[in-house]
């Protein structure tokens, strides 16, 4: 496709199940950006990946999120033990890397009951 | 710890009058800003970015204005438009690989 698509578009969760979130960047994109973003904020860095290498978790809330981009392009954003505060609109954004703009893709809401 | 602070969570102007959108960041080592609009149950999409040696960038009816001295950027939409209505993010990084986005701005022209 022509954007970054993510999947689901809507998750709901019950507390303490896992979800997986998927993003497919733009072809060719290097770089690829995860964010959480909260109602009424911006969104909040999480991690990044250059290619496979994921070069800055610093963002990540807890050990219960965890990310992956293994061959480089498809990424997983994974959260374990779901919990409510957890409940946000999860963006990936992928750009080609460098001084380059970021392009979102329509993101995924997540909701634990 | 919040890096760039958009101040206003809302405006609203007048269609063919000047919307001015502003935005404030703390880190200096900051070299590369951007303006992101969103509508909703979208994600942000770019509109127009400055690089820390500029002042200035136009594009269109858009322009970012850059005071580096007062950690200060600002959007300029002349004339505004009733589409232009979404919310607006303000972005700030280095290296674009850690970028850090204010709380959105939600601008609402009206006819």
């Known amino acids: 496709g022509a954007g970054v698509s993510q999947s689901p578009r809507y998750k709901v969760a019950k507390r303490g199940q896992d979800v997986a979130l998927r993003c497919d960047p733009i072809s060719g994109h290097v770089s690829l950006f995860w964010y959480q973003q909260a109602l009424g904020q911006g969104p909040e860095f999480l991690t990044y990946?250059?290619?496979?290498?994921?070069?800055?978790k610093s963002g990540l809330p807890s050990d219960r999120f965890f990310a992956e981009r293994p061959e480089g392009s498809v990424s997983t954003l994974k959260i374990q033990r779901t919990q409510q505060e957890d409940s946000a609109v999860y963006l990936c954004a992928s750009s080609l890397g460098g001084i380059n703009e970021q392009f979102f893709g329509p993101g995924t809401r997540l909701t634990v009951l | 710890d919040q890096q760039v602070k958009q101040n206003s969570p809302s405006l609203s102007v007048q269609e063919g009058r000047i919307s001015i959108l502003n935005c404030d960041y703390t880190n200096s080592m900051f070299d590369y800003f951007l303006w992101y609009k969103k509508y909703p149950a979208e994600g942000p999409t770019f509109l127009i970015s400055?690089?820390?040696?500029?002042d200035k960038n136009e594009d269109g009816r858009f322009t970012v204005f850059l005071n580096k001295s007062a950690k200060h950027l600002s959007l300029h939409i002349v004339p505004s438009q009733p589409g232009d209505s979404a919310v607006y993010f303000c972005?700030?990084?280095?290296?674009?690989?850690?970028?850090?986005f204010g709380a959105g701005t939600r601008l609402t022209v009206k006819p």
């Open positions: 972005a700030a990084g280095y290296n674009n690989n850690d970028m850090r």
């Open positions: 990946f250059q290619n496979e290498a994921q070069l800055d």
């Open positions: 400055i690089s820390s040696i500029k």
